[in-house]
Structure formats: C-alpha cells, structure tokens
C-alpha cells in the first residue's frame, strides 16, 4: 500500500491492510517519510521530524501483528501533529523563534492518547506563530503553501495540518482552533477539518494562545477518518480542569444512521452535558437551521452557490431546511478580537527570557534584557496582539472593551442555544472566500482577520463544527461546508457531514 493509496482509502484501510501483513507498519512509515522528503520543500509543512520515534513506534506494531495480536484502532496510522502541542524529546516551536531551542520533558494528552491507539508520529507541523494567524503566513520558519495551488496560502493557523493531509504526506493531522484554525485551513485545502465541543479533548500540552478558546481536533480526509481521531483522543483528563467529565459516544457506529430516522434525544445536549436538551422539538427528519447572518454581504458568489447546493443536498437526503438567526453575529469578530488578544497577553507574558526559551544577549540590566527578548524573540503579529490584548485588559479600559466583549459572547452562545432549540444542527460556508494569494492580505490585518468570519462564532461559544468539502471554485480552489451543532454532540455533526460526503 503506498502514500497515494492510504490517502484513498484511510484509516481503516491501514489497519486492516497491517494485520493481514499485506504491509508493515515500519514500510509504510518508510514510504511517508520518502514523500515528505519528496515534496515537503516546496509546500513547507513540517518543521521538525520524529524518524526515531516514529520507527520504534511502527516496529512495536509490527511486532504486535506478527503475533497475532488485536491491533489498537490507529495501529500503524502516519499522523502528524500541529507544533503548539508538546512532544517529549521532539523540539516544539508553536512557529516561533520563542522556542526554537525548546525540547519538551513530556506529551501532550491528545498525543499520548494518538500513541495508546498505535499511531505512528512523523513529525510536527509548521504553523502561525503561537497559532495566532488566517493565513500560516506567520511562521518564523517558513510560510506554508496550498497543495491545490502552490501559489496560496493553505489557511490557518493549523496551515501545516491541512495541507499535510492534502498533499498525502499524512494520513491524518492533529491541530488546533482557537477562532476558526482547523475549519477554515480544512476549507482552503479541501480536506475535512473538526473542532470539538470545548473540553471535549484535553487542552493539556497545547500551549496556549487564548485558554478559553483553545481546542484541539483532527484534520483528515474523510468524516469517518475524524470520527475515529475524535473516538481516540475524547474524554475526561485529569491533567485539565477544563476537560469534561461528559460519555464519549461511538462516533463511527452513528455515522451510517439515515438523516430522515425519527430524532430521539440528543446525544450531546447542553453546555453542561445534559441530554435532554432539545425533547421538545419532537418527532421528526433531523432539521438543518440556515442562519441569514452567514449569507450576507462579503460573502463570494462562488461560495455561497457551493453551500447552498450543499444544504439542498441535505434536504433531498431527508433533512428539513429551517431558517434560524443569530443576531449577534455582527459583533463576533470585534469580540473575538478582544477576548482572544486579552488572554493571549496574559499567556505570553512567561516568555521573558528568563525561564526558558530564547534569550537575547548582550543586555546590560535586567528591564533591558525582558524588552530585547521579547522584541527579537516574537514576530509582528504576535506582538501586535499582545499590545492590543494589554491595552484591552488596562486600567480604565477594562470594562469598555474586555468586560463588555465577555457579555457579546454570552449573547452569541445564547443565539446558539435558542437556535438549537428548533434545529439539530446549522449548516453555513466555512469561510467567505476561497485561498487567496500568499502575501495578498498579509499588510491587512483587518482583511485578514476577516477570514474567520463564519469560525469565531463556535469558539466563543464553545460549540462543535465541522468543515467538509462542498465543491470547488471556476479556478479549482475548494470550498467547505460547516456545520455546527449542540455542545457534546459532535456524534450529530459528524452523522450529517458524512451522509453529505457519502452524497456527492
């Protein structure tokens, strides 16, 4: 089984093909690491490989088939992993000259969760600098470049997850959404991208952007390849009070169930886990809710003719289409903007020079040395966000912009919630335009900001969603449906977006 075939065919196919010794996990991670070697100069997707890691891990399954033995549900799987996640004795960046010399002492949960379940760790991923970009313009490395058309950016922060999986040099990727990072890259590069509910995966070894934004998720190339990600690294962990104590359902087993079954109770429910949440809505096909805030102005002719399709799709598979609206959608990007900022300062302040990480030299007192670290240790976009996060957060301007920006995003979980009161799920574009051009928007930070319109809203209410691929544009770039769904339900969202995938 080659690269090419395992990007056909996935996850189970590698397992399956491992235990009947149709190839070894060690040949098979051979193979990756030759096609990265091959085509990763010009796309630019990993910053640092784990060879040693990686074949010790492939020899311990191959073993393990050779006995005989039931193999693990990612036994022998190539995955690789965005570079905000920690990795013991494997040199961790965020993308950042920061840490450039960091070698983390331990894993990252989602890691080590990857690994339980026998995957196969190549390397991690290049990415915005403390994932804090639209664009994966924002490494200190390199920028990373769209497999469909090298002359664009893969989305971003988690640019270098998706275009990993795209360009078939991984069989699946973690990265990480903090307001849009795995949906809208998914979207640019054309492979399905999912962020779980908040405190759904263990945020324990990400290092943070904006904690309470912060999710971990996989990138693949079909729905069922992110069920069986989500199946392995979901659950309570101990190691983040933040994890929720919440059943992680069997993903995989509710994908084949028709979208036009009877609705029994949800199988999320509310923020708090309850599953009754929604019985009111009663017997019925699964309601998908079309929200008018995601159709307006600034959004691209050929995009919303792409997810307009993709929602009737769903209604001639059984779906009912209802229109709901989130009237506070206006406000998300400004709330967003302050919220996220606000926390990223408060998370970069550790970076001083003083307890790890860079440290610059030659500076003659103690106030000299923090300013010279941090000004040669963090990109642009790093530190504008910083400065915009301290002034949000100062004396006399906490309230007018931090406080209220926290009450914005209590009104936009509450849009949610009345929406999900009469839908199972809502269906929108990913992202109001397909990849635009490396360097077009790079001197834009509003434009840029821009990008994550239709992602910041899940974020900041702590929802799930989902980015699968809709269509394409006249020039070949894809396009993503998203769907979002109830807090801890992701087993619905994931249910709609693979009987649309199946669809097409």
Not at 465 to 476: A, L, M, N, Y
Request: glycine share 10%.
């Amino acid at each position: 089984m080659t690269a090419d075939q395992v990007k056909e065919f996935g996850i189970d196919a590698v397992r399956n093909a491992i235990a009947e010794r149709r190839i070894s996990a060690s040949a098979l991670a051979g193979e990756f690491f030759a096609r990265i070697e091959k085509e990763d100069a010009e796309i630019g997707a990993f910053l640092t490989l784990s060879e040693e890691r990686a074949r010790a891990q492939a020899a311990r399954i191959d073993e393990m088939a050779e006995a005989g033995e039931e193999l693990p549900a990612l036994a022998g799987v190539p995955i690789a992993i965005k570079d905000v996640m920690v990795t013991r004795g494997v040199r961790t960046t965020a993308g950042s000259k920061m840490l450039d010399n960091f070698v983390p002492p331990y894993d990252c949960t989602a890691v080590v969760r990857l690994e339980a379940a026998g995957a196969v760790v190549l390397g991690k991923l290049n990415c915005d600098e403390f994932a804090m970009g639209s664009s994966t313009e924002n490494s200190a490395y390199r920028p990373v470049r769209n497999p469909r058309d090298k002359k664009r950016v893969p989305g971003g922060s988690s640019g270098g997850s998706a275009a990993a999986v795209a360009a078939g040099m991984a069989v699946a990727t973690l990265g990480s959404d903090t307001g849009g990072s795995i949906r809208q890259p998914a979207s640019f590069c054309g492979v399905v991208g999912l962020k779980p509910t908040y405190g759904r995966v263990s945020r324990y070894g990400l290092i943070a952007f904006a904690s309470s934004l912060d999710h971990i998720g996989p990138l693949t190339n079909t729905v069922k390849d992110a069920a069986l990600v989500l199946r392995t690294i979901a659950g309570r962990d101990a190691m983040d009070a933040t994890s929720a104590d919440v059943p992680v359902p069997d993903y995989v087993s509710e994908l084949e169930r028709p979208l036009n079954a009877v609705r029994d109770k949800a199988s999320g429910g509310s923020r708090s886990g309850n599953s009754n949440a929604g019985d009111a809505r009663g017997n019925g096909p699964l309601r998908v809710g079309m929200a008018k805030e995601y159709f307006g102005a600034g959004l691209d002719a050929e995009v919303r003719s792409a997810v307009e399709a993709a929602i009737q799709k769903l209604a001639s598979l059984g779906c009912e289409i209802v229109p709901v609206s989130l009237p506070h959608t206006e406000y998300a990007i400004p709330a967003y903007y302050i919220v996220a900022t606000a926390e990223a300062s408060a998370n970069l302040a550790r970076y001083d020079g003083v307890r790890y990480g860079f440290r610059a030299r030659g500076a003659r007192t103690l106030g000299e040395m923090y300013r010279q670290t941090r000004d040669g240790g963090f990109g642009m976009e790093v530190k504008r966000r910083i400065m915009l996060g301290t002034y949000a957060l100062s004396a006399g301007y906490y309230d007018a912009y931090y406080l209220k920006a926290q009450k914005v995003r209590t009104l936009l979980t509450r849009d949610f919630d009345e929406a999900f009161n009469k839908v199972d799920v809502i269906a929108a574009p990913t992202a109001p335009t397909a990849a635009f051009k490396l360097g077009e928007k790079v001197d834009d930070p509003l434009a840029m900001y821009l990008a994550d319109i239709y992602t910041v809203t899940a974020n900041l209410a702590g929802i799930p969603g989902i980015s699968v691929p809709c269509g394409e544009t006249r020039e070949g770039l894809p396009i993503g449906l998203q769907i979002f769904g109830r807090h801890f339900d992701e087993a619905t969202v994931l249910r709609v977006a693979h009987a649309y995938e199946q669809s097409r």
